[in-house]
Structures are given as C-alpha cells and as structure tokens.
T-cell receptor, first 114, second 117 residues
C-alpha cells in the first residue's frame, strides 16, 4: 500500500500563473486534508474534503484558492494568479472513514513563486 | 478555541543527552494530542499520540510523552539524543469539532532540534 502521494514535489510558477497541486490518498482513504506551511511556521489547516464534498474550507483564503476531491482521481488544490506570498510547502494528509484512525501525510509540494 | 504552544523554537543538545521538547495546549474538551517529526524537505511522520488512554505514551525512535492535564502539557522526551534525531518537531491537537479526527489538526510552530557531537 503506497503512502500518500503528492505531485509535483517542487513547482515553480511566475506571478499571475496558476498552480495545481495533486494529492492521491492512500488506498481506502476517503478523507483528505490540505495544510500550508510557511517558512518558520507550523502547518496551518486549509481544507477538509471527502469524496465529492468540501466539509470544511475555513482555512482557505477567500480568493484564488480552491480544492476538490472528485469521485475518481486525486484531490486537487488550485491556486489562481499566484503571488509571492503563496510560496510555501503544501501538504496533504488522508485518513480512512473512521475518525479515530490515524491520518498519514504526504511529502508535500514546495511551491516557489518568482 | 483549541491551540498549541511550543516553547523554544530551537533546542540544542549534545549527543547522549536528554531531549526535552515542550508543548502546552489549550482545549475546553479532553484533547487528542500528537507529536510529529519532520526531516528537511520531507513530510511529517507521526512519533506518538495521546487519545485518552494511558497518560504516558511511548512512540517510535525511543521518544515518549506524558499527558498532564493539571499542567495542560504534553512534553516530548528521549533519554539519550542521537545525531539522527536532528529534525523539526511539531506538537498538534486534534480539532475536536470533528470528534477527534486525526486529520483535522492544530499545530504548534515547531521546535528545531540540533544534536551536537
């Protein structure tokens, strides 16, 4: 059973471009969580998704950011019109349907906006 | 609201010395607590977790932590540091709005551990 797979591992975008970050959860996991880690900061919760549903997006910036977890395929975190302040490491985690089960983290996507 | 405070953004110890990383939490309900380790340019790996069973929790790589409700603390310790322990350590509390979901976490800012030869 492969772990949580995130790609790309590193992504460079120019200001104004779009960034698409992908997260494939572990097999059997239907819950996905996205976190952002700014330099010298801990991880900040962004969004919690289940298949085809956004459960909690209270940590997402109001503009330019969106997330989805379709019935088939990976979860996608999309950042439109990126700015320098979006440069960060983005991590996703996945867990099984039962809430008392451990969540596993991917290795992250490091986004650099130039 | 729940929160986590990690005292000391950087801790340096000598190889073989005791490791003590401090974590205090704030929660209006009994919390679930976690320690994660992050090596450079890597993801997070779970070291140990407290989910209301034994208050002394043993984890991987010789680490352990003790839940102390009276002190609202969950400090991480290891009797003897090894060079390979150099990493960043994060304490986290589960967002109890989701019934203790282990994916909805509130993290501290992290403590970077350096180990001197």
């Amino acid at each position: 059973n492969a772990g949580v797979m995130q790609n790309p591992r590193h992504l460079v975008r120019r200001r104004g471009q779009e960034a698409r970050l992908r997260c494939s959860p572990m097999k059997g996991h239907s819950h996905v969580y996205w976190y952002r880690q700014l330099p010298e900061e801990g991880l900040k919760f962004m969004v919690y998704l289940q298949k085809e549903n956004i459960i909690d997006e209270s940590g997402m910036p109001k503009e330019r950011f969106s997330a989805e977890f379709p019935k088939e395929g990976p979860s996608i975190l999309r950042i439109q019109q990126v700015v320098r302040g979006d440069s960060a490491a983005y991590f996703c985690a996945s867990s099984p349907p039962r809430q008392d089960r451990e969540a596993f983290f991917g290795q992250g996507t490091r986004l650099t906006v130039v | 609201a729940q929160s986590v405070t990690q005292l000391g953004s950087h801790v340096s110890v000598s190889e073989g010395a005791l490791v003590l990383l401090r974590c205090n939490y704030s929660s209006s309900v009994p919390p679930y607590l976690f320690w994660y380790v992050q090596y450079p340019n890597q993801g997070l790996q779970l070291l140990l977790k407290y989910t209301s069973a034994a208050t002394l929790v043993k984890g991987i790589n010789g680490f352990e932590a003790e839940f102390k409700k009276s002190e609202t603390s969950f400090h991480l310790t290891k009797p003897s540091a090894h060079m390979s322990d150099a990493a960043e350590y994060f304490c986290a509390v589960s967002d109890m709005r989701y019934g203790g979901s282990q994916g909805n976490l509130i993290f501290g800012k992290g403590t970077k551990l350096s180990v001197k030869p």
